[in-house]
């Protein structure tokens, strides 16, 4: 990542320091999706990267399940400064007691 656009990000995060972002592209995917085929784990890869990038990037980011559409777990991404954790995991704390607790889909 060129220099002035990490330090864009980090500006914009001193100013807002959590940012709410999709954890994927695309809606969930079903069971087993990323291993059904070659193909259909390049689209995996394609529409999870607000998920693959932070972690990259050295930013800290928290997904949060936020409930079921269609039959499969729906949830946000937290994302915060660097070295920051404490206030993303507070944040997803806040969340998930307001949000509830969600069954796990069946894998069968």
Known sequence: MPQHAQKQGQLFLEQYPTVLLPV???QAMVQDQDVASQESMRHVMEIQWPMMALPLLGVPALAVPTGVADGLPAGVQWVGRRFDDRRLLKVGEVL??????FTPIDPR
Request: zero cysteines.
């Open 96 to 101: 998930e007691r307001a949000m509830g607790t």
């Open 24 to 26: 994927s592209a695309e």
